[in-house]
């Protein structure tokens, strides 16, 4: 298995197509293995050799790959230079502490893609971290 290779495939899914990998809890778990599988195979059905890669991937490998998603985020696509981008340029540092007070992270996710939309490679960024990485994006303001 070309793991490289199948992590690309499967991180395009996510920070470029907006694949939520984690559930919407504090800190929040990634969502189940099969159902990511599913979701990938179905945004890259226009692509018939990441299909073959991604369905011949076993559980393990697509975890494995799953799990570099996150942590890879930071240094492959700067999200705490775009987030706060729209905390600080956009001036919305207060409502993303009060949104996060709140406990309303699909609100904070809304916002950051909203203030993002037009950077097609920045606005699904959060779908790669889970609530508890967005705690402390937002603690780091």
């Known amino acids: 298995m070309d793991m490289q290779l199948l992590y690309e495939h499967v991180a395009w899914c996510v920070w470029h ?15 189940d293995v099969n159902a990511l599988r599913n979701a990938c195979l179905k945004l890259q059905q226009h692509n018939g050799n ?11 490998e697509l975890m494995s790959v799953l799990g570099q998603t996150e942590s890879r985020v930071e240094k492959e696509h700067n999200l705490t230079e775009h987030f706060r981008w729209v905390a600080y340029h956009e001036s919305r540092r207060a409502e993303m502490l009060n949104l ?8 904070i996710r809304s ?5 993002q939309n037009h950077n ?22």
Do not use: M, T
């Not at 197509?17 to 969502?31: A, I, K, Q, S, W």
């Not at 916002?111 to 203030?115: A, D, E, F, T, V």
């Not at 790669?128 to 994006?137: A, K, P, Q, W």
């Open 17 to 31: 197509e907006g694949l939520r990998l984690y559930d919407n809890g504090v800190p929040g778990h990634l969502n």
């Open 50 to 60: 990441a299909g073959a890669l991604i369905s011949a991937a076993s559980n393990n």
């Open 100 to 107: 996060l007070s709140e406990g309303k992270y699909s609100e």
């Open 111 to 115: 916002l950051y893609y909203n203030h």
């Open 120 to 141: 097609s490679n920045a606005r699904h960024l959060l779908s790669c971290v889970s609530n508890g990485y967005i705690v402390g994006l937002i603690n780091d303001l």
